[in-house]
């Protein structure tokens, strides 16, 4: 199973702030992707980091308020734009590991919009 | 839009007792279908996945699958407190992509 390492894996900010979340992984992976869940909610799925070109976002996210960077095949970014506390939420990296066609979560990143 | 339904619970069950989680899903596509157990404050970790319909064991968790229902459901044998968490359900299609439901959760009553 692959380590997945995320940070930070809290903060608080202020509205109109942006904060980057980085999500390393000690495998190479063959799918990576952002999910968020808000408090007392289940999963959304954010969008698929590509690798080296440009992320697939899923209905009712937008590039502009979550770019997302993945350079390579075991390390991404995510960052949450102009923040307001609506943006208040765990923010999770996950993986599919080549081989495997499971996803596996990393420990996800608590960010809290004041 | 692909949609995954859980029952919403909570579901509480004494120790030693089967928890029975089922999940409908709406999507006649799907291709994998997974449970996760996720504890308070932590990330989901996968439990089980299953593909083919029938059942599938591993310990005391079985989770089994009616793909003509389109249905899948978790069985959780000799429940322990331990068990106590949320069960999210989710639903895969060709793309390794996952749709969740909202997740049960399960309280096991020593």
């Known amino acids: 199973s692959a380590v997945i390492s995320q940070k930070p894996s809290r903060d608080i900010c202020q509205r109109g702030t942006s904060l980057t979340i980085q999500c390393q992984v000690d495998?190479?992976?063959?799918?990576m992707f952002w999910y968020r869940q808000q408090p007392g909610q289940s999963l959304t799925l954010i969008a698929t980091?590509?690798?080296?070109?440009?992320?697939?976002?899923e209905s009712g996210f937008v590039i502009d308020k979550f770019p997302i960077s993945r350079p390579n095949l075991t390390f991404s970014t995510l960052t949450v734009s102009n923040m307001s506390p609506e943006d208040s939420s765990i923010y999770l990296c996950?993986?599919?590991?080549?081989?495997?066609?499971?996803?596996?979560f990393g420990a996800g990143s608590r960010l809290t919009v004041l | 839009q692909k949609e995954v339904e859980q029952n919403s619970g909570p579901l509480s069950v004494p120790e030693g007792a089967i928890a029975s989680l089922n999940c409908t899903y709406s999507?006649?596509?799907?291709?994998?279908f997974f449970w996760y157990r996720q504890y308070s404050g932590k990330s989901p970790e996968l439990i089980m996945f299953?593909?083919?319909?029938g059942d599938k064991e591993d310990g005391r968790f079985t989770a089994q699958l009616n793909k003509a229902s389109q249905y899948v459901s978790l069985l959780i044998r000799d429940s322990q407190p331990s068990d106590s968490a949320t069960y999210l359900c989710?639903?895969?299609?060709?793309?390794?992509?996952?749709?969740f439901g909202k997740g049960i959760t399960l309280s096991v009553r020593p």
């Open positions: 299953i593909y083919s319909n």
């Open positions: 996950s993986v599919v590991i080549s081989g495997a066609n499971v996803l596996t």
């Open positions: 495998s190479q992976v063959t799918m």
């Open positions: 989710a639903v895969g299609g060709a793309n390794s992509k996952l749709t």
């Open positions: 980091a590509n690798q080296g070109s440009e992320a697939t976002y």
């Open positions: 999507d006649r596509g799907s291709q994998s």
